[in-house]
């Protein structure tokens, strides 16, 4: 019988030889803007851009898809979409390292957001990113590819985002000067007998409760008056109403409950006289107003006798003039006031319900002393129907968030000083060098092992194992290569924990650091240092630090380090 040549026995064993390439964790994004959402269009669909991108998966088997994330009606010229948000907790996480879309201009139209994310948010995170149709592959790129080619193709989807913006803003502008154009919010007191209808009509459940307003204003009422009265009469709110006439309202906060501010917003709107009002909340990608603003008075576009009115001319007229006359009565009893700022705003909550403590004052009838005291917002705007007051001077709450943040500053004083690297054999240091030489050490014995199977083939050739031996031996070989590999993952997770633990360390003592030798309490201090205050109707107080998650960390470290010993 003939010898076979090393080459035909090669030839005949080389699927045994085939080392596994690579395996990426794939997430699919997809996205369709505001302007298009609902829109069959065949190119950029959500259904297309899926498609597009699942086949691409398919087709490469160091692909694994894992999860699909779509913001259908999101702009591209944001990165605060949620799905998108999921799909970056993810990578964080570790769940995906490969991100795929179907071109650039669906992951985002922002020249330079983008660009962060492609050039030094994706490569620092070891993500691999994929556009299908632009022919794009972080992986397999080229310098000219990073450096000219994909920063133009952003700078270009920026600028289509900008012209289409100004395209519309001019169509829409044209269209409210003919009172054509379909406002996207209902004003309370009206509604459209069908879906698309141009014209408001008069909402037979709440337009008579508008007329009331309008009335009690006339008769004295101040707004708070006003709202109690529509408390007590169960009057359906607008975020009731709204509910009721809008089939995708699940997700939307629905309050029994009527506010000031939304009475005092109905009593001077011009709506109520047929009237259409335009250009309250402007916004214009391509004037660089990205984000909702409250416009003047001045500049609103108002179109006349577009529907049935709910007030006559006079009526509106004469409750300007309340209204303008209690601004101003307003105005000159607090011109001597000086300005009081609440150091607390957005920061304190009630600890029952979650609601926001307002700021008020007490007035001794018989000193006329004045104290500045926080309430439950919840218990008053529900006229004493939900939660309880919860009263707390402003005194006592910087006497003791004051002490507390006292405490934690020396708290993470003392972390900071034991976290440093250079502490000796007792420091965190000790474990975080133990740290790296377990991984130098892991990779060191799966370069051995990766060595040792691969010179079994050439054993195999030369007789000196038989092919059962080979293939038990390759096996074993790459079970051990695995598990290495596994290790390795998982110390280089911990080594990264550390990495972050010790510059958050830092950094929480810098922040610290600065504020240790106040004495008083102020608004910069508790920006920087408290997420959160929560004062319960027991009196009891609690403050959640902005860095409390860094704390926690040390000590699991620390527990760790001991573990060890």
């Known amino acids: 019988m003939a010898r076979k040549s090393r080459k035909q026995e090669a030839a005949s064993i080389a699927p045994l030889l085939n080392i596994e390439d690579i ?5 699919i994004y ?9 829109k069959q269009d065949e190119g950029d669909s959500i259904e297309n851009q899926l498609s597009i991108c699942s086949r691409f998966v398919d087709g490469h088997t160091e692909l694994k898809l894992v999860d699909t994330y779509v913001d259908n009606g999101r702009k591209g010229t944001t990165f605060e979409r949620p799905e998108f948000n999921r799909m970056m907790e993810d990578v964080k996480a570790g769940k995906i390292n490969c991100i795929v879309v179907k071109d650039l201009s669906r992951f985002g139209r922002d020249y330079l957001e983008a660009g962060e994310y492609l050039e030094k948010i994706f490569p620092f995170l070891g993500v691999r990113f994929i556009a299908v149709t632009d022919g794009y592959d972080s992986l397999h790129s080229s310098t000219d590819e990073r450096t000219m080619t994909i920063p133009l193709k952003n700078m ?7 012209d289409l913006s100004q395209k519309i803003c001019t169509s829409i502008h044209a269209r409210m000067d003919k009172g054509e154009f379909l406002q996207g919010r209902l004003c309370y007191g009206y509604m459209r007998l069908n879906k698309g209808d141009l014209t408001l009509v008069p909402d037979p459940i709440t337009a008579p409760y508008v007329k009331l307003m309008f009335e009690l ?3 004295g009422y101040s707004y708070e008056a006003i709202r109690r009265h529509l408390d007590s009469i169960h009057a359906i709110t607008p975020s009731q109403r709204k509910a009721q006439l809008e089939a995708d309202s699940s997700k939307q906060k629905v309050s029994e409950y009527w506010f000031s501010s939304g009475i005092t917003d109905c009593l001077s709107n011009p709506v109520y006289l047929g009237h259409l009002v335009y250009g309250k909340e402007p916004i214009a990608l391509y004037k660089g107003q990205r984000n909702r603003k409250a416009a003047e008075r001045s500049e609103w576009k108002i179109i006349e006798h577009m529907h049935e009115p709910l007030v006559t001319q006079e009526v509106f007229d004469k409750v300007q003039e309340i209204n303008q006359a209690s601004q101003k009565r307003y105005r000159e009893s607090h011109k001597n006031t000086k300005p009081y700022e609440n150091i607390y705003r957005d920061i304190i909550k009630c600890g029952d319900c979650g609601g926001a403590m307002r700021l008020g004052k007490n007035v001794s009838q018989k000193t006329g002393i004045e104290t500045r005291v926080f309430r439950c917002g919840k218990y008053k705007v529900t006229n004493r129907r939900e939660c309880s007051i919860h009263t707390i001077k402003e005194t006592v709450l910087h006497d003791a968030v004051l002490a ?8 993470m004083a003392d972390m900071a000083q034991k976290a440093k690297c250079n502490n000796g054999a007792d420091g965190i240091g000790a474990v975080y060098e133990s740290s790296r030489n377990k991984i130098a050490e892991l990779n060191k014995r799966k370069t051995r092992v990766s060595k040792l199977r691969e010179s079994l083939y050439e054993n195999f050739c030369e007789g000196l194992l038989s092919e059962m031996e080979y293939r038990e031996m390759r096996e074993s070989y790459l079970e051990q290569e695995n598990n290495l590999q596994d290790e390795i993952e998982k110390a280089m997770e911990r080594k990264q924990q550390m990495d972050t633990f010790l510059s958050k360390t830092e950094e929480t003592a810098v922040v610290f650091k600065k504020f240790a030798r106040k004495k008083k309490l102020d608004r910069t201090m508790l920006e920087a240092l408290v997420q959160e205050i929560r004062i319960f109707e027991d009196k009891h107080i609690e403050v959640v630090f902005k860095f409390a998650d860094t704390y926690q960390s040390f000590l699991k470290l620390e527990e760790k380090k001991e573990d060890e010993k």
């Open 23 to 27: 395996i990426y964790l794939c997430g």
């Open 30 to 38: 997809g996205r369709l803007s505001l302007v298009n959402s609902g």
């Open 156 to 162: 270009i989807n920026e600028l289509y985002a900008k």
């Open 217 to 219: 204003r006339l008769k």
């Open 404 to 411: 507390q943040i006292k405490l934690q500053i020396q708290l």
